[in-house]
DNA sequence: TTCGCAATTAACCGATTGGTTCAAAGCGAT
DNA sequence: ATCGCTTTGAACCAATCGGTTAATTGCGAA
């Protein structure tokens, strides 16, 4: 009973039975999840309620609407994505090395966020219509492009890069090979077989694009 | 009056002013651009039909449902697409010159299918679940690959390929590249700047795309 | 002219869906 | 004990949506 901290502002709820942030937490967790599997008109209401453990009308008083939902999922997984995005200490790494490793690492990170991945797919169907709505993640954009300037500046010191890569460019062309390579894994390998999908296939592919990256750099 | 060539399995209906073929080409045509627009459960029936010159109960007179239309309008419009690869004539050009020339038109060409590249985009969505079930689209998987590889086979063989080109890999990042610069100009463009989308931009993706591509087959 | 099938229209329907009403319960503060 | 705000549950609802019923017309064939 002894009041010690009891700060008025930061609302001390862990002792609560109700425990609206976890529940909250719980209904973006599930949502990112729906949406990411069936798009934002595909994904229902009630089957996201379902798999919670509390309602749909918990859904609506915590996120107003469908669409706000969605966006708060969405602005959840860039954030999720960027504190993701580990430090990984290029700077003490040659400039070939340091990008093999960038390369490599953004590889394996797409394949490991395929929901982030499709979220971003159904965006675009959506023509990024609210990802451009959220100033959240228009704002924060990934340290990526920076990094690769970075190693693309110490390599042409060095004169091993050439002198004419635009790093917006570079960075466009990593992500588009590891983009692609999980959003569209389901066409692909319909139409050309699994070849590619296999765990070899990815191994030699992901050697493939960073050597091609690589390559593309070199003088 | 003169029953001048009356065919019995060919029916000869252009005189009519019922014209079933033309009804189902029509409703063919706006479901496609519904669909590319909105996905399968986005696009609305009521809409589709408003936008033809028929009514919603055709659409279900002659296209059995709702996924039985997605999927025709997928079919179709693979088999648009594979009918607009024309011959390129890649056969008489030396090896570098027939890559460039196979990378550059691939570019400009998803650059100018955004309806298919969209539809593609939302069938993986779906994971492929549609076109693993057509037959047709499945049967004829386009000469990409075999146009590919018989240019790589002239460049290893005037020994300026590399002997260790897989070419449906190669097919691969080709295709990544085109169609990342068509699915997610969206959501690169909100967070990175339009730079890439302009015109100006895309000229010099294009040059850098085939730059990239023919410098990673090169000994 | 009439028969018979294909094509078409208008009205209709049941189920689903996003979203709400309303009242009750949890809980900290006094 | 009780006031007042937040959180929760159950039932409810209006609109939307995919799909259908049933009756009508167009038209070639006989």
Redo the contacts with the bound molecule.
Sequence with gaps: MT?EA?P?ASR??A?????????KADILRVAREEFAAHGL?G?????IASRT??????????F??????YREVLEQAYRDVRNGEKALELENLDPVAALRKLVSYTFDHHRQNEDFIRLVMIENIHRGSHVAASETIKAGNSPAVEQLQEILERGMQQGIFRSDINPLQLHWKISGLCFFNVSNESTFSVIFGNEIATQEGQIALRDDVVHTIVNSVLV
Tied chains: 1, 2.
């Design positions: 009041a009891k008025k001390q709820r002792t609560w039975k109700q425990d609206p942030e976890a529940v008109s994904a229902r209401a009630q089957e453990k509390t309602s749909k009308r918990m859904i609506f008083y915590y107003k609407d469908k669409e706000s939902l």
